[in-house]
Structure formats: structure tokens, C-alpha cells
């Protein structure tokens, strides 16, 4: 079983639309959640960290997370062309754990 | 602040070479984590090294070696090359106290490709 899970996609969305990235995890004492957006032939850019049950809110973005069911999520909202990447979910336990990272959801944003 | 640098950013060699990448992470953060990313394989986790010390090791072959100076700059050497370590490779820092839970911070890579 894989530590991080996502699909991998391509989600297709219409621009101005709501995109919904999910993301579960295994290790259950994890309590650091990240979002990270890389375009193609770049290296992964932070988006969102969160580290609490509940949605925390950054402009256009909203990470949600629920630990009871292992899941994190990443809204998009007022989805733009310019939002068209790969988004990567990380997930570290406390400590000195590693940061394990999914193998990202790939997303269209349709013009 | 100046983000993570890291050098060279390409890089060709053939098979049997050995290549030495390079990392300065950002002021002030003293750990750095290395990641392999090939295309279907995602961001594959190779070490972290903190305060000269590696805490963590991915499976890899020992072909795969890093190490971290005092000022927290940090090396990757790859031994014997072959084809398949054709990649992106990533290097990210972080504050990496004890506690730590903040967020990595990664560089733009070096594009390796082997001849």
C-alpha cells in the first residue's frame, strides 16, 4: 500500500470552475500536510500547509484536512489556465520523519 | 532571501561516469533533502542530511552518496552511472529542528542525461 495516495488524472475542469484535488495517507501520527504545484520541467512550488483538522484558506486555495479519515484535500477555486499543473501532496509524521510525497493529480484547466 | 540554489543546472555524462551535484539551501535552514524525479516515477526520495548528519536514507543503491558541510551546503555523487539515473534531480531545505514542521522549500534542480 502506498504511504500517500492520489489520482493521478488529468482532472479536466472549465475555467472558472472548482477544482478538487484529494489526497490520503496511511501513516496515521503524521501532522504535516503540504500542497505543492509543479509545471512541467520545473521543480515543485509550495502552495498550502496546514496542520489541523478544518480548511484553512489562502486566496483562491483551500487545503482541508480531516485525520480521522486520513484524507487531505485542495480546492481551487476560480480555476484559471495558469492553474494547469501537477500538484503534489506531502505528508510527514513528527519529528525526524521523511516528507513522503504522492505521485501528484495532474490538472487541465479548459479555456 | 535568496531560495535554494543549486548547480549545475544541466549536466550530460555517459555510462560508467561519476557526477557531483551540488546544493545551498536557504539561509538559516540546516536540513536538505535530495529526490530523484523521473517521468511515471514521481519525486522519489534518496536522503536528508541535518547538521552534517544524514537522518534519513531512501532506497537506493550505494552507487547514490551524499554529504552536508558545516555551513549546511550539501553534495549528491552518483557512482557508475547508467542509463536509468537520467533525471531531474531536487534538492530541498527546510529549518529541520526537532520538532520541525515546516515546509521544504526545493531548488530548481539539475537535469542529469546519460549517454
Known amino acids: 500500500q502506498k504511504e500517500v495516495e492520489q489520482n493521478s488524472g488529468p482532472l479536466s475542469v472549465p475555467e472558472g470552475a472548482i477544482a478538487s484535488l484529494n489526497c490520503t495517507y496511511s501513516?496515521?501520527?503524521?501532522?504535516?500536510f503540504f500542497w505543492y504545484r509543479q509545471y512541467s520541467g520545473k521543480s515543485p512550488e509550495l502552495i498550502m500547509s496546514i496542520y489541523s483538522n478544518g480548511d484553512k484558506e489562502d486566496g483562491r486555495f483551500t487545503a482541508q484536512l480531516n485525520k480521522a479519515s486520513q484524507y487531505v484535500s485542495l480546492l481551487i477555486r476560480d480555476s484559471q489556465p495558469s492553474d494547469s499543473a501537477t500538484y503534489l501532496c506531502?505528508?510527514?509524521?513528527?519529528?525526524?520523519?521523511?516528507?513522503?510525497f504522492g505521485t501528484g493529480t495532474k490538472l487541465q484547466v479548459i479555456p | 532571501k535568496a531560495g535554494v540554489t543549486q548547480t549545475p543546472r544541466y549536466l550530460i555524462k555517459t555510462r560508467g561516469q561519476q557526477v557531483t551535484l551540488s546544493c545551498s539551501p536557504i539561509s538559516g535552514h540546516r536540513s536538505v533533502s535530495w529526490y530523484q524525479q523521473t517521468p511515471g516515477q514521481g519525486l522519489q526520495f534518496l536522503f536528508e542530511y541535518f547538521s552534517e548528519t544524514q537522518r534519513n536514507k531512501g532506497n537506493f543503491p550505494g552507487r547514490f552518496s551524499g554529504r552536508q558541510f558545516s555551513n549546511s551546503r550539501s553534495e549528491m555523487n552518483v557512482s557508475t552511472l547508467e542509463l536509468g539515473d537520467s533525471a531531474l534531480y531536487l534538492c530541498?531545505?527546510?529549518?529541520?529542528?526537532?520538532?520541525?514542521?515546516?515546509?521544504?522549500?526545493f531548488g530548481d534542480g539539475t537535469r542529469l542525461s546519460i549517454l
Open positions: 501513516d496515521r501520527v503524521s501532522q504535516s
Open positions: 530541498a531545505s527546510s529549518l529541520g529542528e526537532g520538532s520541525d514542521n515546516q515546509p521544504q522549500h
Open positions: 506531502a505528508v510527514k509524521a513528527g519529528g525526524y520523519q521523511k516528507v513522503t
